[in-house]
């Protein structure tokens, strides 16, 4: 079973930036970010294929956020939250999966962590 183990949550103001990652326990193909607000669904965020580079953002995020794989762990991801909002705020989960597709979909993601809270005050 391949466990994922998020940091790197927190609060910040509005403009502010932050910096998540996740480090999973065995090599997959894609590695990436979902997030939930209270009440809301669980939406992609940015996800990676982890041999080929392909990437993949949400249009929420795309310019403010960017998601990078560590040049020497393959298996370990960042996402660079920059100019944060008020509507950032969430649980962020690392997610990750045996196959890339450019788009978001919970289904293609076989691993889940634990969720890191982000949350950014006006």
């Known amino acids: 079973q391949v466990q994922l183990v998020e940091s790197g949550g927190g609060s910040v103001q509005a403009g502010g930036s932050l910096t998540l990652s996740c480090e999973s326990s065995a090599q997959t193909v894609s590695m990436g970010w979902f997030r939930q607000a209270p009440g809301k669904k669980r939406e992609g965020v940015a996800h990676?294929?982890?041999?080929?580079?392909?990437?993949?953002y949400s249009d929420s995020v795309k310019g403010r956020f960017a998601i990078s794989q560590d040049t020497a762990k393959k298996n370990k991801v960042y996402l660079q939250m920059n100019d944060l909002k008020p509507e950032d705020t969430a649980m962020y989960y690392c997610?990750?999966?045996?196959?890339?597709?450019?788009?978001?979909?919970?289904?293609?993601?076989?691993?889940w962590g634990q969720g890191t809270q982000v949350t950014v005050s006006a």
């Open positions: 990676l294929d982890t041999v080929y580079g392909y990437i993949y």
């Open positions: 997610a990750a999966g045996d196959t890339f597709m450019f788009r978001h979909s919970k289904a293609d993601f076989s691993y």
